[in-house]
């Protein structure tokens, strides 16, 4: 989200060090896994136990029903299997099937550790430059998903994240009840992040860059944040895809009393007209409210697109007088053979009642991003109807058939703008490209350069004057 407060690097960085043999074995051992089959072991067909599928959140998202000609089989690793219990590894991750009651219990795990440089900060009119550390490496995600389902149609989610950003959350990803009995059908009840955006609509393990653009984390911080009360669900065939959500507020500390006891929504529209080997044209809407809890403080910030440090150089700053919030948000993307565009633009409209000397003026923030990838190596990316976006590349690593994995370039220009009814809250401009190799289809590694430019902000003062920043990020990643 938007509004949390992450805790220092200098204090991440003592509590998480990594070593070179940490990291070796992190990387090496899902390559070994992916490679190498046990030799006992029986391989059977991926329908057995396919349902656990049918969330976005808690399997890889290129495994998903897809109408792709790129789509291919996968298979599960079965272990034990009698009258009464399977133990067996699905999509790589384990599970435990009980026969007669018809319980299945699976645990998978989100590993993601950042090494962050700064390469450069600038320091105008005196400010200080160290606002940002040199160097900064942290543990950004460690979820634990369980998911226990019961007569393929039920299935309850209990995802904690042991990672210090989550504890404003206290450290609750994700925790809800699933039905998917209905065709083509997904509800939902619960802690849950709503399908939302083109971007965040991906599980955060296979976005384009290493953190989305600041506008879009701006969006869907209004009611489709991670950690929020929500109801709803989702429902896609061959050509559209529909999501609708009531949501409350996220759990764990709050930032401003607005968030606190707020009701809210969100809904997404997607249309696919064009689907061919080569080609595919996504067109979507999505719109947002939000109205205010206990009281009408509230404040939007973003961070330079990466997480460093809880600095922010653009914001609203402090409001005390926020009555309701809407947003509006086109969606994008194109896609011939290798090559991958996509774009969304946003404006959050913030209105105001009269308190005291405080304006009254609603603030429209807007901004918007675009993306380009092109799969270098591997097959590109790919349309899935169920979530309405384009899934990561599809990777296998086979170095004897000089396969070795997918490789991919990014690009992406993305601008959000504070600067609003009377408000100068800056406006941030980032420019981002980098490399995603996905030598497995649940690992991924990613270098990452991001430059930016950010005016005044009289709202934040680490850049009251404006600044400019570089730095190079990379991320291990390994998912399933």
């Not at 009464?84 to 007669?100: C, V, W």
């Not at 973003?302 to 914001?315: C, F, H």
């Not at 993305?414 to 980032?430: K, L, M, P």
């Amino acid at each position: 989200m938007v509004t949390w407060r992450a805790h220092s690097p200098r204090h991440l960085k003592s509590r998480f060090r990594p070593t070179r043999y940490g990291i070796g074995l992190f990387m090496l051992f899902p390559i070994l896994l992916a490679y190498t089959h046990p030799a006992d072991a029986q391989q059977q067909p991926a329908t057995d136990i396919n349902h656990l599928s049918h969330t976005h959140h808690y399997t890889p998202l290129h495994i998903q029903t897809v109408t792709s000609p790129t789509k291919e089989d996968v298979q599960n690793t079965v272990f034990y299997d009698d009258d009464e219990t399977k133990i067996a590894l699905f999509h790589y991750r384990p599970q435990i099937s009980f026969k007669a009651t018809d319980l299945t219990l699976a645990v998978g795990m989100y590993l993601d550790y950042d090494f962050i440089g700064n390469l450069h900060t600038s320091a105008p009119q005196g400010q200080n430059r160290g606002i940002f550390p040199d160097f900064a490496n942290h543990l950004r995600y460690l979820r634990f998903p369980i998911v226990l389902s019961w007569q393929k149609d039920y299935y309850g989610v209990f995802t904690p994240d042991f990672s210090p950003y989550a504890a404003n959350l206290n450290h609750i990803y994700e925790a809800n009840f699933n039905y998917t009995g209905f065709k083509n059908t997904h509800l939902v009840i619960g802690i849950y992040k709503p399908v939302f955006t083109l971007e965040d609509s991906n599980s955060y393990t296979v976005f384009d860059a290493i953190e989305r653009p600041a506008i879009v984390d701006a969006f869907r911080s209004i009611a489709a944040a991670n950690g929020r009360l929500a109801v709803g669900g989702e429902n896609w065939h061959d050509l559209w895809s529909l999501s609708a959500y009531l949501s409350g507020p996220t759990t764990g500390r709050h930032t401003s009393d607005f968030t606190r006891s707020q009701f809210g929504g969100a809904a997404r529209f997607t249309l696919h007209p064009v689907s061919t080997k080569t080609l595919d044209l996504h067109l979507g809407m999505d719109a947002t409210f939000a109205l205010h809890g206990e009281g009408e403080n509230y404040a939007l910030s973003s961070i330079p697109e990466l997480t460093i440090n809880s600095t922010r150089l653009v914001g609203t700053g402090r409001l005390n007088n926020a009555t309701n919030i809407w947003g509006i948000n086109p969606e994008l993307g194109f896609r011939y053979d290798n090559l991958l565009l996509k774009s969304e633009y946003s404006v959050i409209t913030i209105n105001r009642e009269p308190n005291g000397t405080a304006s009254t003026a609603p603030l429209h923030v807007q901004g918007w991003y675009i993306v380009g990838s092109y799969t270098l190596l591997g097959n590109p990316r790919y349309y899935n109807n169920r979530l309405g976006n384009f899934s990561p590349p599809k990777a296998s690593f086979h170095p004897e058939s000089y396969n070795w994995g997918a490789l991919e370039w990014v690009g992406r220009w993305s601008v959000i703008d504070y600067n609003t009814g009377g408000i100068q809250g800056g406006r941030q401009t980032a420019w981002v490209t980098g490399l995603n190799w996905y030598p497995t289809p649940f690992t991924r590694v990613s270098l990452q350069y991001n430059h930016i430019l950010s005016a005044s902000s009289l709202t934040q003062t680490a850049s009251r004057y404006g600044r400019h920043a570089d730095f190079i990020a990379a991320r291990l990643q390994m998912n399933f």
